[in-house]
Structures are given as C-alpha cells and as structure tokens.
C-alpha cells in the first residue's frame, strides 16, 4: 500500500496519450528529415505536422487540467534537491509538448506552406516570411535536442524511484497505485 496520493485517471490517461504521441512524432520527424526530397518525404511532412497540431491540442488540454487538478504531490521522502529537479523537468516536458508544434507551426507559415491537419486546411499558404520560418526551424531543431535530454532523464527518474527507492512512483504513474 503507498503512502502516496493516488493521480485521477484523467492525469494518468493524458500523460501516456500526450508521452507515446510526442515520442513517436519527435521519432518521426528526425526519421523523416534525412529522408531525400520528393514527394513522399512531403506526405510524410504533412503527416508529422498533423500529428504535432493534434499533440498541441492535447497538450494544451492537459496544462488547463493541470492547472485546474493543481501541482502534482512529491513522493514522500524525497530530498528537496530531488523534487526541484522533478519540477523542472516536468515544467519543461509540459513546455516543450506546446513549443514543438507551435515552432514546427511557425516554421510552415514562414516558409508559406501553411497548415494542413489530415487534409484540411487550418492556415492557408501565403508568402514567405524568413524572420518566422528562421525562429520556428531553430526553435524546433534546438528544443528536440533539449527534449530528448528531458525525456532519457524523467525515464531514468522513474526507472530510479522504481528500481533503487522501491516506491510506488511508477505504479502511481500507471494508475496501479
């Protein structure tokens, strides 16, 4: 039995939702950019913007619940250091699942591409604006470096309280608490 207060289902559900989904589209995308020009890399593209837009709606939906549900409890027991540490990089996870799309948006616009979402058209083409495209590449290229370092750590924090400390952190995490 845990001494740790369980998280609702809606928690749990929109971390592993919005965790495989922003996994698999930042896999996607460095999959897709050393892929040669054409029009297949194209499609791919399409698909990659369309499913960082649907994870910037999941992700804002999950920040307004979190803001709404309040800060998540600290394990118990866990140094000040520890849990500072935890903060910061949930902060930033939470961040970064809104600046991705957001810059991969900004990086379309600036180029003039627009946005499409399976098809239909959110933001239409228009002219290229270089400032926005060069903001929006940079931000993406160096936030996905940023995100991979965030990710390997939150899944080595959890591996940490579930194998060395023997709490019940990633049970709670996956609703088995």
Do not use: C
């Not at 039995?1 to 369980?6: E, F, G, K, T």
């Not at 960082?52 to 140094?79: N, Y």
Request: proline fraction near 4%; avoid cysteine; aromatic fraction near 6%.
């Amino acid at each position: 039995m845990s001494n740790m207060l369980p998280l609702s289902k809606q928690t749990i559900y929109l971390h592993w939702l919005i965790a495989i989904s922003f996994i698999a589209a930042l896999a996607f995308g460095l999959y897709v950019e050393d892929l040669p020009k054409g029009p297949e890399k194209g499609e791919m593209i399409g698909l990659h913007k369309s499913i960082g837009f649907i994870i910037l709606v999941l992700a804002s939906t999950r920040i307004l619940w979190r803001v709404k549900e309040g800060a998540l409890p600290s394990v118990p027991g866990s140094p000040s250091w520890q849990e500072k540490a935890a903060k910061g990089i949930h902060h930033l996870l939470l961040l970064a699942t809104l600046l991705m799309p957001i810059s991969g948006i900004l990086m379309s616009v600036g180029g003039g591409r627009g946005l499409d979402v399976f098809g239909m058209t959110l933001i239409g083409t228009g002219d290229k604006i270089e400032w926005l495209g060069a903001i929006g590449h940079t931000t993406h290229e160096v936030l996905a470096n940023i995100v991979i370092a965030a990710i390997v750590l939150h899944i080595l924090g959890a591996l940490k309280h579930h194998l060395l400390d023997k709490d019940a952190t990633l049970k709670r995490m996956l609703g088995r608490d």
